[in-house]
C-alpha cells in the first residue's frame, strides 16, 4: 500500500501544472491502494470526499511539498477513521471486572485471551481464564495448555455442554478467589450465524461482563465490517483486538472493524507466541498502513542528539538493518537523549510504543549494558542460566534484557533497506 501511495504522489508531483484533474487522479490511485489493503469502500469514498475539501489547490500549486500535503491529509484521515471518538475502557486493578471475548472460530480467540491474561498479569493484575467454548472439540485442552504456560488459573470441563454453565460458574469461582480480570473464552463457529450470535447474547448476559473485546482476524480483508457489525449487534462490544499483523494481511480491514463497532483497537497480535501482542497505538499503525514512518522527525531528532562525527555510521547501520547488541549499547544513551524513548521510536516505522514502555529507559540501559557482549544467537537456557549465575541475577532478568534486545532488533529490522531522508525532506518516502 505504501508503495502504491507513494507512486500515485510522485506522478503527483512530477506534473508541473496542479489542478482538479491531476489532484483527482491522484485521489483515485489512493481510493485504489486503500481498496486494495481492505478498507471498506464506504470509508474510502468519504475518506476521498474529506481530502478535497481539506486539500487547497492553491497551496499545491505554490510549490509546497505536494506529496507531504497530501500524504498527511491521508494519514490524518486514516487516524480519524481509527479513532472511534470515545476513550478506550479501562479496568481497575484489584477492583473483579469480566472480560469476554468473542469473534469467529479461528480468528485467534483463545490465544489471545492467553496473551490479554498474560500481558496483564506481568502489570500485576491477578488473571483466570474460563473456556466457554463448548462447541469445538479441543478448545478447553487448548485453553488448558496456553493457561497452564502462563501460569494462570483456567476453569473449564470436557462433559459439561453449556456454555453459560460453565461460564457462570467460573466467573463465580474466580470472584470467590480475589482474581481480578476474569477472561471468558466462547465459542465461534465457521459462520455468523443465528445460533452462535444467540450464545453469544446468552453467555453475556449470564456473566455480565464489564467488557465484551471483539476478535478479528487481520486477513478476512472486506468482509470485517460486516463480521464486526453483526457482532456488535448482538454483544456490547467495547474493544477489538486485531490478530495475525505478522502475516500478509493488509490491515485495512481494522479500519472497518473500528468502523462498524464504534469501538478502539486496544492490542494486535502479531504471532502464535504469548509475547507477540503489543498495545495499539494509532499513528504508528497508520504510518505502517502507508508505508511511512515519521522518519524525517525521526532524522531530526537523530540529528540533534548523536555527535556529528557518529551520525554517517549510524544512519549506514540504520539503513543496513544491521543492528548488534553493541550498537545498542553504544547507541543507547545518544538515543536516550532523544526525549522519551517511547515517543523516539514512534517515529520508526512499524513501532508500537510498547516496545518501550515509559519509565523502562533508565532500566533497559541497565540491562543492555550487561548483556553488552553476549551473542543472542547462541543464548540457549544454560548459557542465559549462566550469565545469571555469574552476574549475580534472576535467569527471569537475563531473559527479559533479551526481550529488551529482541524488541530493539525488531525495530532494527524493520529499517532494513530503508531510504534515510535528508533533514526536512519527506520526498524520499
Ligand atoms: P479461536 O478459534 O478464535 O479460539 O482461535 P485460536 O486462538 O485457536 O487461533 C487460531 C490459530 O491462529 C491458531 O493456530 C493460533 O496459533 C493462530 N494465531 C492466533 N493469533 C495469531 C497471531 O497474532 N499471529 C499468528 N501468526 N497466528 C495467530
Ligand atoms: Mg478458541
Known sequence: LGGSISRALQQMSNATIIDEKVLNECLNEITRALLQSDVQFKLVRDMQTNIKKIVNLDDLAAGHNKRRIIQQAVFNELCKILDPGKPSFTLKKGKTSVVMFVGLQGSGKTTTCTKYAFHHQKKGWKPALVCADTFRAGAFDQLKQNATKAKIPFYGSYMESDPMKIAV???????????????????????QETALFEEMRQVSEATKPDLVIFVMDSSIGQAAFDQAQAFKQSVAVGAVIITKMDGHAKGGGALSAVAATKSPIIFIGTGEHMDEFEVFDVKPFVSRLLGMGDLSGFMDKIQEVVPMDQQPELLQKLSEGTFTLRIMYEQFQNILKMGPIGQVFSMLPGFSSELMPKGREKDGQAKIKQLDSSNPKIMNESRMMRIARGSGRLVKEVMEMM???KRLAKIWSKMKG????????????
Open 418 to 429: 530503508l531510504k534515510i531522508p535528508k533533514k526536512g525532506d519527506m520526498s524520499a518516502l
Open 403 to 405: 526481550e529488551e534486545y
Open 169 to 191: 460458574e467460573g466467573v463465580e469461582r474466580f470472584k470467590k478467589e480475589n482474581c481480578d480480570l476474569i477472561i471468558v473464552d466462547t465459542s465461534g463457529r465457521h459462520k
